[in-house]
């Protein structure tokens, strides 16, 4: 018999199902931060000296900096001398082809069911795989390059395209930022680079797994996307980390530039290990991601599916610059057992005839808490501006707490803004319904989650919305309310 | 088929079935007649597991298993299936994607193997002719937005789906003029059988001019206080419930 909540309680109790380790040889730096830190990061990358010097510009406008507190989120004080700031895999020659990767770092992507084999098979999509820092492969590039298409590593990049990177790192996301991003400028290991030259549609969705692998490892990627005048890219960002007892650092930042009627959309599903039923452990998720519409007509949209990690504190955003410009945010964001999540989205309108639309869905289960923050600003000679804002909070059970943080500022009285936000609680009575037809709990629970959700979903790409949909139905396991 | 013996359940600690004594065959048509508050839907409720129902007595057989026993979607598995008096809604959720999950799962359930989208939809075309239903309805949020005559056809399409052994009908006809009730009558028959068994609940006599019983029982006070044949529900047309009352107080 179902007896209701009760059962919804106990059923809120799945495990993380990509808890595991795998054990290859790190080549890694002491533990702690310092300048001979940055300097041995910036050597073990054979960095040209612009770059060190950016990073230990970072570093020192970082040292003056304090951890941001207004987020709503409660976790123990991070101790950056803790840290091990630089882990590689170790990889004694460069790599031409998938079957010179080590073969445990193989069995670790098959177990994510990520397997390159497989992922070489798949049409359309390129996998730039990160695992502990160092991009150990590459596919699609030949391809890619006919096109005149840049994907490859952050570490590359610095070296065969420095003149890409001197002009566009730290332009969306200026190192002193925010304390993260300005850690990130100082200490970032690798990521993806792209560029897609002028006029050119890529023709497939480009994809990174990011992977967080070593013990203590704070891991900081840096990413960058650069589309050309009147160009498209659709890229996915998608991660699973093993199971940890100690907290770990994530401290990414993503830049994206769109010119003159070029688009990029920006997919995530992000899946760190969140901890476990008592909070113990877990992934801290410190995230700085922001766009530029630079060029007129030009479009972002990040659409994110955050599942993972103990504490989120993300915020993609999208600085409207050029006249009829676009931006759109579209998330949802679940939290299980003890997970934080303080998430939403900046929406700056620059540009005359701008519009942004964001849908937030945010779902709370066990006793977590789920918080959008979003900020809609419309500058004094942004004309005709639009905004449409939508958040919904979906509870389950009764301990767990959904919170909205909408801020508008209008300088333009030319500007349209609305806001709509609902609450709601999944209902004893829609689990009876499903019940009632011969659908068991669990699966009724996932059916009535992703309808929630679908209307972010279906902005993911093909390939990816199913994987995230299986996600939603993971992560919630049981949990209802 | 289903053979309910002294049946005895209430909520939060008041009792609301006092007693009930049913059995239904397959092939047959009963229908449950009664005043407001006489235990009419909780009766419903009660037999297709609903938890926030206590049972504190009897017995209930289904197909030679103990109803009483098993989860409400094994319930479903084995056959029972509740026309709701008010269908909730999942925004989001088509029908045709809730049907397919609900169709597998009890197929699963049987034993049964699954039906493929081809499979699936080939089933669904046959059905919604069957219950003169409109694709445009199945791809919407299930209930979202429906109307009232809406909601029961949808009630009315997926018994269709599910194929049940044991229809229970809750108030099908609340809410509905007698086009809609018409309409969703018709879909009741057509999907009637001799191996199939199907309870009618309902307030007004209405809705048995479309689906004719064999046996109409009068619940009152949470027991069975009178049974009979069709011509009993005409009776309580046209005498209403209050003689009842009285016939209670004489006995």
Redesign the interface.
Known sequence: ????LSTIEQQITSDYKYGFTSDFEADQAPKGLNEDIIRFISGKKNEPEWMLEWRLKAYRHWLKMEVPEWANIKYPPVDFQNIIYYSAPKQTKKLNSLDEIDPELRRTFEKLGISLDEQKRLSGVAVDAVIDSVSVATTFREQLGELGIIFCSMSEAIQEHPELIKKYIGSVVPMTDNFYSALNSAVFTDGSFCYIPKGVRCPMELSTYFRINAQNTGQFERTLIVAEEGSYVSYLEGCTAPMRDENQLHAAVVELIAMDHAEIKYSTVQNWYPGDKEGKGGIYNFVTKRGICAGVHSKISWTQVETGSAVTWKYPSCILKGDHSVGEFYSVAVTNHHQQADTGTKMIHLGKNTRSRIVSKGISAGVSHNSYRGLVSVAKNATNARNFSQCDSLLLGDRCGAHTFPYIEVKNNTAQVEHEATTSKI????I??????????E?AVA??V??????VMNQLPMEFAVEAQKLLAITLEGSVG | MLQIKDLHAGIEGKEILKGINLTIRPGEVHAIMGPNGSGKSTLASVLAGRSDYEVTGGSVDFLGKDLLELAPEARAGEGLFLAFQYPVEIPGLSTINFMKTAVNEVRKYRGQEVLDAAEFLKLMKEKMSLVNIDKNLLTRSLNEGFSGGEKKRNEVFQMAMLEPRLAILDETDSGLDIDAIRIAAAGVNAIRSKENATLVITHYQRLLDYIVPDFVHVLYNGRIVKSGGKELALELEETGYSFLKNEMNIA
């Open positions: 018999m179902n007896d209701g209902g004893e009575d829609q009876f319904y499903c019940n009632q037809r011969g659908i068991d709990t699966t059916l009535i992703n309808g929630f959700a679908k209307e």
